[in-house]
């Protein structure tokens, strides 16, 4: 019997350099795909597959994430006063029960596997996921809730991967490739911005992770790595040294939002596929882009 997985790691403490001035006096997650907050749909993800309680590494200058996951009493009266039942269902479909969400800082910039460290009390000693809101994955049936399949299979450590192109290895941390399972396989290896050189493969770990608790003692003692961080990547390189990890692919489309064309690009995706907006923006978009051509 594997052990449920409740519980899901948000970290939300990153500056956001690469969106100023649009993130000087806001948190880069609550920039918006359409009229969702990017934290919201990753936590929306989250949901989808079951999660039950959700917890925030957060920051300086990033309590209206905080915000955001509460209830908003003048608003919603106004909205209720107004008759705007529509916009109120939606806000009372958005907000997390009561108690089910956690919220703690970072206190300084140390790295990825340093906000994952700070997560080690409020997850305690289960299994957990981590979802990493720069990445969107556009699926009907979310990425986690699909490695949660796989979990219920495998068990022990999972990540969902996907192949970049040659050029981009080095922005992200690449897997090795063992015996193969069909939609997972045994991870052999892994490597935090490798040259293209230095990859095993060309898969890419994609900022969706199931992990054992096991990973925070080895946080605990880790050393920096890439960037002069500590590296997520370097804790979980050990824990395979002890404990199975699989790589998944996943059906969907990810869009990396760390990255303005990234972003952009998620947020014409998600408009055209929604059914209220989706066909007027496709004739506005064919507009621009004819008028782009005949330029
Ligand atoms: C982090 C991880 C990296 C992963 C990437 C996915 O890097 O360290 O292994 O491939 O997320 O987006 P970051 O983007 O925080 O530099």
Known sequence: MKRPIKKAVFPVAGLGTRFL??????????LTVVDRPLIQIVVDEARQAGIEHFIFITGRNKGVIEDHFDKQFELEETLRD?????????LEADLPGAGQTSFTRQQRPLGLGHAVWCARDLVGSEPFALLLPDVLVHAEHGCLAQMMETYNDMGGNLVAVEEVPRQHIHRYGIVGVGADHGRAFEITSMVEKPEPEAAPSNLSILGRYILQPEIFGILASQDPGSGGEIQLTDAMIQLLADQPFHGV??????YDCGDKVGFLTANVAYALSRSDIGPTFRDALREIVSEGDAD
């Open 249 to 254: 692919r996943f059906e969907g489309q990810s």
């Open 21 to 30: 001035p649009a993130t000087k006096a806001m948190p880069k997650e609550m």
């Open 82 to 90: 107004r008759g705007k039942s529509a916009e109120l269902s939606l």
